[in-house]
């Protein structure tokens, strides 16, 4: 349990990570906003949790929901119009943070999960050359409309924090429910994969879930991006 509850507002609360996301930050006390388009997905039973209909890439809607908390956490990632990077769920969730949330004297810190080609360098052509996905594809504009949100976070002047995930996250099943069994415990870079003595980089989408609640608990990257392993 956090030693002082926290208000969290969770975008994508009905997805995977999400949803983990919410469980994880209920079981420390905190308060949980849980938004989906679809409010009726989201099945918690907890007096801490309140479920709110919401679009992320509507910045009124934004604003309404994440005025007055501590910290803002998106978990979201779909294609847009004409599968252009720039027009992703994710890209436009850090475009829509970023104007709700400039100028302000002290905003809510926003913490995207972010994606783990990003982590090859932070340029369109260094991250082409390790998406496995032809250039107007829906999977090649969402990974890198990873890569637009995180641009925009870093020309910005809000808080802020990425968490790009390895690049295995174990029980993340497509299409299924997550299975997780987090370890409570993971090691950090703002550089590089982390990667275990067999040379991998994954981690449990549990451990996911807990590194995004201990950054929005205790923050350690403000303005930064970082990413976890075993």
Do not use: C
């Amino acid at each position: 349990m956090s030693l002082q509850a926290m208000t969290i507002v969770v975008y994508g609360a009905s997805g995977p990570i999400g949803g983990l996301i919410v469980k994880e930050a209920l079981s420390r006390g905190d308060r949980v906003v849980g938004v989906s388009r679809d409010p009726a997905k989201l099945k918690v039973e907890n007096r801490n949790f309140t479920a709110v209909a919401g679009d992320v890439t509507d910045l009124a809607s934004f604003a309404s929901i994440t005025k007055g908390v501590d910290a803002v956490i998106i978990s979201v990632g779909g294609v847009g119009k004409d599968n252009e990077p720039g027009h992703t769920s994710q890209a436009q969730a850090a475009r829509i943070a970023v104007q709700a949330f400039s100028g302000l004297a002290k905003s809510p810190h926003v913490i995207e999960i972010g994606g783990a080609t990003t982590l090859y360098g932070e340029s369109t052509e260094v991250m082409a050359a390790h998406i496995p996905f032809p250039p107007g594809s829906e999977p090649y504009a969402m990974i890198l409309g990873h890569l637009e949100a995180l641009r925009t976070f870093r020309a910005s002047s809000i808080r802020w924090t990425v968490l790009t995930p390895p690049l295995k996250i174990e029980g993340h099943n497509i299409g299924a429910p997550p299975v997780a069994n987090p370890t409570g415990k993971y090691r950090t870079s703002t550089t590089d994969f982390v990667k275990d003595a067999n040379g991998e980089s994954h981690v449990d989408i549990g451990d996911l879930a807990v590194a995004a609640v201990d950054e929005a608990e205790r923050p350690r990257f403000i303005r930064k991006r970082f990413t976890i392993g075993y």
